[in-house]
């Protein structure tokens, strides 16, 4: 399902987008969407190469609410060898 999405940009980048577009027989739309789909699946791949540890930590507050990065390091390498 698609969904409509409003965007402040540039006004000189707009009319550079939509020049692209045209020459490249696609929409600004789809160049977003595909910019986007880009940016989440290299994030996932990015996050796949790391450690256990360290997916925690970038995980922030949620995974451990008020401790500082000491702390998780800690529990995570105690969780792991315990």
Do not use: C, W
Request: glycine share 6%; no cysteine; hydrophobic share 35%.
């Amino acid at each position: 399902m698609d969904t409509k999405l409003t965007l402040l940009m540039k006004k000189r980048t707009i009319e550079k987008a939509k020049q692209y577009a045209k020459s490249h027989q696609t929409s600004v739309s789809q160049l977003v969407e595909k910019y986007f789909e880009t940016v989440v699946n290299q994030e996932r791949v990015e996050l796949s190469g790391l450690g256990e540890i360290t997916r925690k930590l970038m995980s922030g507050p949620a995974f451990g609410g008020s401790l500082s990065s000491k702390e998780l390091i800690r529990n995570a390498r105690a969780e792991k060898y315990l």
